[in-house]
């Protein structure tokens, strides 16, 4: 266990990192950042930062011999370097190469019998348009690693789509498009004691790839298949003996629940979680990471929604404080610019 003044690490240094930080803070643990960009809004709220590359191997033991604990924030994190953290990391790296790779990903989801969207490994434009021959179009090219909110991807309407596109050198996977009734995201928190618990799963809306609203309670179509969803999601944490907040996002079908993707992290999705539960995706995290008891994860109001404030939506901060039932988090970001995530604001119908 770890005990309250001790110090988490914290790979990463975004809005997830500040808020993570931030619920540790009221635990009583203090925080320090490990990021390779100067600008940081989770080390604004934290105790110490470490500004240094992921392969500086003498600024990150340093780091780790600081800290209690290590976490991360975001799942494109270098697995390499953490090898000499193994001890600390909580989730381990294990989840983080799953995550990493799409290919990957939607192959271990389906050797525990998920059921992902149809894909195939891309490596050139011969086997672009062999996939799309075999899967169909419409469909998504995306890059196997990296990329997020939309980024690093194509949509494409036919075959002739991949005559004319100029494929990065990157390994890619194709994805058949699937004909979908909503999406909605399944968190849950595992201790190290191996208790699992969920929150309820939110409706998510997203717009040019980046969520926009996650509701509570999410319609009947996401409800009917909350639980065969869950059951994956535990299958998936207990197959990576995972410790903290896991996300998995699914698309609701006439078939059931098909899995998207997964994040290893806490999750945009969750963010109503602060004020909409009576404990936080946040805390909780934090709660299993330092072997701390689970808290309860019940909501505390009767609805909720959260809405992502992109790029100059933050603009009209004063208006959104204007109503009191809505709650604002701004992210501390600088500069505001178009699909950037500047801060989210959530509304409870008590």
């Given at each position: 266990?770890?005990?309250?003044?001790?110090t988490?690490?914290?790979?990463?240094?975004?809005?997830?990192g500040?808020?993570i930080?931030?619920?540790?803070?009221?635990?009583?643990?203090?925080?320090?950042?490990?990021?390779?960009?100067?600008?940081?809004?989770?080390?604004?709220?934290?105790?110490?930062?470490?500004?240094?590359d992921?392969?500086?191997?003498?600024?990150?033991?340093?780091?780790?011999?600081?800290?209690?604990?290590?976490?991360?924030?975001?799942?494109?994190?270098?697995?390499?370097?953490l090898?000499?953290?193994?001890?600390k990391?909580?989730?381990?790296?294990?989840?983080?190469?799953?995550?990493?790779?799409?290919?990957?990903?939607?192959?271990?989801?389906?050797?525990?019998?998920?059921?992902?969207?149809?894909?195939?490994?891309?490596?050139?434009?011969?086997?672009?348009?062999?996939?799309?021959?075999?899967?169909?179009?419409?469909?998504?090219?995306?890059?196997?690693?990296?990329?997020?909110?939309?980024?690093?991807?194509?949509?494409?309407?036919?075959?002739?789509?991949?005559?004319?596109?100029?494929?990065?050198?990157?390994?890619l996977?194709?994805?058949?498009?699937?004909?979908?009734?909503?999406?909605?995201?399944?968190?849950?928190?595992?201790?190290?004691?191996?208790?699992?618990?969920?929150?309820?799963?939110?409706?998510?809306?997203?717009?040019?790839?980046?969520?926009?609203?996650?509701?509570?309670?999410?319609?009947?179509?996401?409800?009917?298949?909350?639980d065969?969803?869950?059951?994956?999601?535990?299958?998936?944490?207990?197959?990576?003996d995972?410790?903290?907040?896991?996300?998995?996002?699914?698309?609701?079908?006439?078939?059931?629940?098909?899995?998207?993707?997964?994040?290893?992290?806490?999750?945009?999705?969750?963010?109503?979680?602060i004020?909409?539960?009576?404990?936080?995706?946040?805390?909780?995290?934090?709660?299993?990471?330092?072997?701390?008891?689970?808290?309860d994860?019940?909501?505390?109001?009767?609805?909720?929604?959260?809405?992502?404030?992109?790029?100059?939506?933050?603009?009209?901060?004063?208006?959104?404080?204007?109503?009191?039932?809505?709650?604002?988090?701004l992210?501390?970001?600088?500069?505001?610019?178009?699909?950037?995530?500047?801060?989210?604001?959530?509304?409870?119908v008590?």
């Amino acid at each position: 266990m770890i005990l309250p003044g001790e110090t988490i690490g914290i790979l990463g240094g975004g809005q997830l990192g500040r808020m993570i930080a931030t619920a540790a803070a009221q635990l009583g643990y203090r925080c320090h950042i490990f990021a390779p960009e100067a600008d940081s809004v989770a080390a604004e709220v934290s105790a110490a930062f470490t500004c240094a590359d992921w392969h500086y191997r003498e600024a990150m033991a340093a780091f780790a011999a600081q800290c209690a604990v290590i976490t991360y924030e975001f799942e494109n994190v270098p697995v390499t370097p953490l090898a000499a953290l193994e001890c600390k990391l909580a989730p381990g790296a294990r989840a983080l190469e799953v995550a990493q790779d799409r290919l990957a990903e939607k192959l271990f989801v389906s050797e525990l019998g998920g059921t992902p969207a149809p894909f195939a490994s891309v490596d050139g434009n011969a086997d672009l348009r062999s996939a799309i021959e075999q899967i169909g179009a419409p469909g998504i090219l995306k890059t196997r690693r990296d990329g997020y909110d939309g980024k690093g991807q194509w949509r494409l309407s036919a075959l002739e789509d991949a005559d004319s596109l100029d494929l990065p050198t990157t390994p890619l996977i194709y994805e058949g498009f699937i004909d979908f009734e909503a999406e909605f995201s399944v968190i849950l928190c595992r201790g190290q004691d191996r208790e699992v618990r969920f929150w309820n799963s939110a409706e998510n809306v997203h717009k040019g790839g980046i969520l926009a609203t996650s509701t509570i309670p999410a319609s009947p179509a996401v409800l009917a298949q909350i639980d065969e969803a869950r059951a994956l999601a535990a299958q998936v944490a207990q197959a990576l003996d995972y410790v903290g907040v896991l996300t998995l996002e699914f698309f609701a079908t006439a078939n059931g629940p098909v899995f998207n993707e997964m994040a290893p992290r806490v999750h945009n999705s969750g963010h109503w979680t602060i004020e909409g539960a009576i404990t936080s995706q946040f805390e909780n995290h934090v709660r299993a990471i330092c072997g701390l008891p689970l808290g309860d994860t019940s909501l505390a109001a009767n609805s909720v929604e959260m809405r992502n404030l992109i790029g100059d939506d933050a603009d009209d901060w004063a208006e959104i404080l204007s109503n009191p039932a809505n709650h604002l988090h701004l992210y501390g970001k600088a500069q505001a610019r178009p699909g950037r995530k500047m801060g989210h604001v959530t509304r409870l119908v008590l």
